[in-house]
């Protein structure tokens, strides 16, 4: 099991189960939305996450039509995003984690869109969108 939460604590999550792989997104949207160079996500199933505390604080925004980014209202971390048309499938920003993980990124997309002041320094796929799945 996995937890997490956001940075006043008022939310906390649970995932029963295992991370899908982890992505480095460097579109303009999730830049914006993370203050930082790129967002971390990892894909999880909605069956394997519980909401254990702050299902009030729970806001989200519809970045692009069907696209919801969840966050907590009274501190603004971003926690996951989920897509309707996709309802099996939630995203996790997973700097949210409480718990240590030894997963490690697997792909950096939307590298066609990065910010010019960043430089990837790793050797992991880099893709100029999302890859085909």
């Given at each position: 099991m996995l937890s997490g939460s956001c940075l006043c604590n008022g939310v906390q999550y649970e995932i029963?189960?295992?991370?899908?792989?982890i992505m480095q997104c460097h579109c303009q949207?999730?830049?914006?939305a993370n203050g930082s160079a790129f967002?971390?996500?990892a894909g999880i199933p909605t069956t394997a996450f519980t909401l254990v505390?702050?299902?009030?604080?729970?806001a989200e925004y519809e970045s692009?039509?069907?696209?919801?980014r969840v966050f907590c209202k009274q501190c603004?971390?971003?926690?996951?995003?989920r897509r309707p048309h996709m309802p099996e499938l939630l995203r996790l920003r997973i700097g949210t984690l409480d718990t240590k993980i030894n997963n490690k990124p697997s792909s950096?997309?939307?590298v066609g869109s990065k910010a010019e002041w960043f430089d990837i320094c790793d050797d992991i796929p880099q893709y100029e969108e999302r890859p085909a799945v």
């Open positions: 029963q189960g295992e991370l899908g792989d949207k999730c830049r914006k967002a971390t996500n505390q702050g299902t009030e604080l729970l692009t039509p069907g696209v919801f603004a971390s971003p926690l996951y995003s950096h997309i939307f």
